[in-house]
């Protein structure tokens, strides 16, 4: 999962996924899918089949292009496998949806927002174990200024975001079992707790470390004072 052609590999299956069924597809499919799992918004088989293959390709591209013109591009050669473990998993879960878009056209009894949830929150778990590994840059991780301007707090946010991850993934799981009308609350609770912990955390840490900053620059003036001071004595 860690290398860059297997994203590649996965897009071509949706396309001859999408090519095979093609025949049997009604004239409208659904492409959307409201909170209650019921289907509000639908496009012609043509070009709606082939949605999920394309998007998956120009992720696919924009993900090998970015790291291309990141100015941290010399980073990326220690997190490079986990860069394309999380762009494949990403494009795995374009898959995903691209099934259940075709599969609910052909008439499969799927509830697909539960479907999707579940797989969002494991997505989320996953992340959250690969998170810690991901190093400075400015398109992968939890980009704020506070992280992006400090190594450190960039580490720290990082290590805090992949426990928040797995346990908003979990929650965002169990929020999927749940009767229609309180699933959407509990995996929004979920995917909060993963994503907006982090970011108000980055902030502090930055703080935390411009006052140590501050504090150490004020003793290495008062210790030159004194020395100075026991000098002219």
């Not at 052609?5 to 949706?14: E, F, Y």
């Not at 840490?205 to 000098?231: L, M, P, T």
Request: aromatic share 12%; charged share 15%.
């Amino acid at each position: 999962m860690s290398r860059r052609w297997v994203g590649l590999v996965v897009v071509a299956g949706m396309f001859v996924l999408a090519l095979a069924v093609f025949p049997w597809l009604p004239e409208r499919i659904p492409v959307h899918w409201n909170a209650r799992g019921e289907a509000d918004g639908w496009a012609g088989r043509w070009p709606g089949a082939f949605i999920g293959p394309l998007v998956g390709l120009g992720v696919w591209v924009l993900l090998w292009l970015l790291p291309k013109i990141d100015p941290r591009r010399a980073r990326y050669e220690a997190f490079w496998g986990t860069y394309w473990l999380i762009a494949n998993l990403v494009i795995v879960f374009l898959a995903l949806l691209e099934v259940l878009m075709l599969g609910a056209a052909l008439g499969w009894g799927i509830d697909v927002t539960q479907v999707v949830l579940i797989a969002v929150g494991i997505l989320f778990v996953v992340l959250g174990r690969q998170l810690p590994r991901v190093q400075p840059n400015w398109w992968m991780g939890i980009r704020t200024p506070w992280t992006l301007e400090d190594d450190r707090v960039w580490r720290e946010t990082h290590e805090l975001a992949g426990r928040t991850f797995v346990a908003g993934g979990l929650l965002t799981v169990v929020g999927a079992l749940l009767p229609a009308e309180v699933r959407p609350w509990v995996a929004l609770a979920g995917l909060g707790l993963a994503g907006f912990v982090p970011v108000v955390y980055s902030y502090l840490a930055w703080r935390r470390r411009r006052r140590e900053g501050a504090a150490g620059r004020g003793d290495q003036r008062v210790g030159g004072s004194s020395r100075g001071a026991g000098e002219g004595g």
